[in-house]
Each structure stands twice: as C-alpha cells, then as structure tokens.
RNA sequence: GGAAGGGUGCCAGAGUGGACGAAUGGAACGGUCUCGAAAACCGUCAGGGGUGCAAGCCUCUCGGGGGUUCAAAUCCCCCCCCUUCCGCCA
C-alpha cells in the first residue's frame, strides 16, 4: 500500500509519479482514495466528538450511582443513549467508507522512485550491464533448442509430466533432476555468508499472500485451496515477507537476510499458450530466493548488494547475461524500483529473464505491518523490503542446455556444479 | 477430528462491570552515588488514528470480529491461535 498521508501532503508528486506507470486509471484511483480519505478524517473527527460526550457521561453516571441519585443517573444515561444511536450511524459510514478506501489502496501499485527510467513498455527496459560472457558466434551445434538437447539426453520428459499433471508441467530426470537440485545448492551457498536459510510453508493464507500484492488483484494467478484458505506460494517472496507481519524490528536488527529454497507455483492464466515448450515457463517450478528486509536509508545498498550476489552466480555460472532496469511503465504491482537479469539462450535465441531483483519501498511492508522502531526514538515507522531470485531454475537449467552443448550432443556441466552432481561434470546420451 | 485449559504491555503476572491503557515484579534506558563496578535510590518506559506550528488535546486498542450496557480487559456469541490428553498419521 502507498502511504495516504504523503498522497494527502503532496498529491501532486504522488500523481506525476504514478503517471509514469503509463496507465492513466491510476489517477483515477488517486483521486478516488483521496476523496474516500477525506470523508474519512471528518467522520473520525465528527466520531471522537461524540464519543468523549459519552466517555465524559457515562464516568458521571458512575459517579452519580455511587452517591445514590440514580434519577440524575438515569437523566444522563437517556441522553449518552441518544449519543450512542447518532454514533453508531456514523460507525456504519465508518465501516463503509474504510471497506471502499481499503479496496483503492490495496489496487494501487507502488510509487516509481524518482530514479526509475521513465518508459512505456519493456521494449524501453535500459541495459545497465553487459552483454557479458557472450561470444561473438555460437556454433551451430549451440543453436539447439533445450527441449530436443535434454529430450535427447533423457534427462527432460516433458510428456509424461504432461500425462500426470496436464500442460505446462515439467519433469527432470537421471542428472538432469541432480542438475535442477546443485543449482539451488549452488544458489543457496553462495549467499550463505549472509542470509540464513528458511525452510518455509508452501502453503499460505491470504493474509501472507496479501501482504507481498499478489491479493486481492492478482488471484486468478494463484492457485488456491479454497475449502482451507490456503493458496500455493508463487515465491518463496511470499512467506519470507511474512515471518515478520506484525512485529516491530529494532532498528539494530536490520539488516534482516533470508535465503531459501522452494517451489513455485502459478496457474499462468494470462498467458496460456506462450512460451510452452520446454522449461521456459511451468506451472511449478524451483527457485531460490534472496530476501531482506532494511531501514529505508539502507534500502538502497541493499538493492545493490542483492543485484551483486545474484549477479555473481550467473557469472560463476559462465553463461551471457545482462542486467536491464525495469522502466516505469514496465514495473510489478509492488515494485518501487527493480532491475532484471537476463540469460542469453542460443538455442531459443532469446534472452530469458532469470531473476528480478525489486525494491518494494515500504509498500509490502505496510500491508504486511512489518514495521521498525529506531534507537533511542519513540514511535515507529515501516521498514523497507527487497527482494531478488537468486536463482530460478528453469531458465538457467535451459541456459546450460543450450550453451554448453557439445558437438556431440552432450552437455557440460558449469564446474561450479560439479562438488554437487555426484561425479558427473558431462551429460551423455544414455 | 474429540475433550479440557489458556491468550493482558519487552517478559512474568494481577485484574471478573465504573476512578483501568491497565497493579506489582523483572528487563531495558537515563540519572544520583562510586576511582570504577555491583547494590541502593530517583526517573523514563506500548502502539494506531485524528487534530494542532508546537506543547498538547481527543479517540481507539487487553488474540480477532460482533453483541449487551450510560459504561466492557471483565458479561454473551462467533472465529483464530497456544498448551495438555485422546484419535489419526509421514
């Protein structure tokens, strides 16, 4: 959620940056929130009034039965009655005009930084690093798509999944299966140094699914267990933001850094039938996910140090990659500022997005309540919260496939995965 | 899934209709004392919202939501969570 009161002290700079996003009905709904927030404030005030009138009365009825002159009492009490009904009408615009104003405010996306590169679409995503680790030419026995290599190799069956799931399900197989598991052993190593690992729940409420933004706007994206409000995470974002919903961080503690590993699940609803083939894009998949949640001072070095440490993996990894920023018109619900890296896949001969690295200001953090008590300070504010995939694996398994191929059909291994795969550092046709 | 007992501030814990946003103890923080420390003593010590330049004032919050009442931490209803026992179970 934005914050109603910078909206309400500067509509202006909220509205100019908020237009950025290239979608005009969000002023629309700046307008709206700001309405619904100044009914709101009179109601309050017109709500407080009346019930210190009835504080202030009911302590005197106290007062009067004790001294045992309960018709004066009684006097009293008709007249706090009458004060209770006007209140409790008011109570009901209360309720209705919070319901209204909650709804606008969780449909509103974040504010852009001031910094974010103002675009209309991905095709105006700025490239910040790279190409790097890409060759001049690939040869020809490089330019195979992943699905025919792993296919080849035994080590993807897609068509089986198929049969036990339904489309857009995966299934890895012999060292294929040992390759999806040392990329998230891999991942997670490499940012073991700061972030301690959480082994979370898959399932979540929507309280947790709230929190990160995918609720109320994106549920057709989820699934859901309906009969238990639960819903499968799609990132392990979603519980990580959670662990702290509600708790007030001493400002010491922050940095806070967690790592983990987990599946990932969503339903695709919007864009059934693209990308289909092979692992680029499944109902459920693996990811290893890098989270923090910072001071908002410290916010910025730590969208740095995220970019950093995903950055390196890939690097380790020895596959071309790029880092572009998301623009304006580009970025997630949630997202204040985010930058994307990309692996070049010469079989498909696409760049393919393997992690995005967001700064979500203090947007999930007020709809999560995760707030933060300065040293020495009274009172609290939100923290800020970040995030990046530290390593998606479809994408980068695909990657592999498809860059270290071999004239002979058989495929490399990075040798930053070989202490993982049990002794295989190439993958053979059966 | 069944039964019983619980949920109060940073922690422990009192409070069963009115003077309670909440006793008391501990922790923490500031101070006095001390060469320094401990002890002792003094003080501070919840969060949200509204309003105000500010000091402040008002209001809400005792797991969550509703209800009864002039008045609810306290009474009633629903839900959530925790503990123990039983059942089931990787």
Redesign the pocket.
């Known amino acids: 959620m934005i914050d ?2 910078y909206l309400r002290s500067d509509p202006e700079t909220v509205r100019e940056l908020m237009a950025r996003r290239n979608k005009p009905e969000l002023i629309g709904l700046l307008d709206e929130a700001l309405g619904f927030d100044g009914r709101m ?1 009179e109601i ?2 017109e ?3 009346i ?2 009138q ?6 005197q ?3 009067l ?2 001294s045992g002159d309960d018709k004066a ?1 009684e006097g ?2 008709a007249e ?2 009458s004060l ?1 009904e006007k209140e409790q009408s008011l109570a009901a615009e209360t ?1 209705e005009v919070t319901a209204q104003l909650k709804d606008v405010l969780l449909r509103l996306p974040n504010i852009p930084h001031a910094d974010v590169v103002v675009g209309s679409d991905d095709s105006q995503n700025p490239i910040i690093t790279g190409p790097n680790n890409l060759p001049a030419t690939f040869p020809a026995h490089q330019r195979v798509a992943h699905w025919d290599t792993a296919t080849a190799l035994g080590i993807l069956d897609n068509e089986r999944a198929v049969k036990i799931s339904g489309a857009m399900f995966t299934m890895q197989r012999g060292a294929g299966a040992t390759l999806a598991r040392a990329l998230c052993q891999y991942a997670l190593d490499c940012n073991a140094d700061a972030f301690e690992e959480i082994r979370p729940p898959s399932l979540v409420s929507t309280a947790t699914l709230t929190a990160t933004g995918q609720l109320p706007k994106f549920a057709d994206d989820a699934y859901s267990m309906s009969k238990d409000d639960l819903w499968c995470i799609p990132t392990a974002e979603a519980p990580l933001t959670s662990i702290h919903a509600g708790e ?1 961080l001493a400002e010491a503690d922050l940095p806070i850094r967690y790592m983990a590993h987990s599946s990932c699940y969503r339903r695709e609803a919007g864009s059934a039938g693209r990308d289909t083939r092979g692992m680029l894009r499944s109902h459920e998949f693996d990811k290893v996910e890098i989270f923090s949640i910072a001071t908002p001072e410290g916010a910025p070095a730590m969208l740095t140090e995220l970019t950093t440490r995903v950055e390196r993996v890939i690097a380790n990894l020895g596959l071309p990659y790029r880092i572009i920023e998301i623009c304006t018109g580009d970025m997630g619900q949630s997202h204040h500022r985010s930058f994307d890296v990309e692996v070049y896949a010469p079989g498909c001969d696409a760049w393919l997005e393997v992690s995005s690295i967001s700064w979500f200001s203090d947007y999930q953090a007020r709809r999560g309540d995760i ?1 933060m ?1 300065r040293t ?1 300070q ?4 939100f923290a800020h919260t970040l995030n990046a995939s530290a390593l998606a694996v479809p994408r980068v398994w695909a990657a592999i496939m498809e860059n270290f191929r071999q004239e002979d059909g058989s495929v490399a291994i990075p040798s930053v995965l070989h202490p993982y795969m049990r002794g295989t550092t190439v993958i053979h046709p059966k």
């Open positions: 109603i009161r404030r309050t005030a709500r407080d009034a019930r210190q009835v504080n202030e009365l009911s302590k009825v106290g007062a039965r004790r009492a009293l009490q706090s009655r209770g309720d007030v707030r008590k020495g009274k009172g609290t504010e």
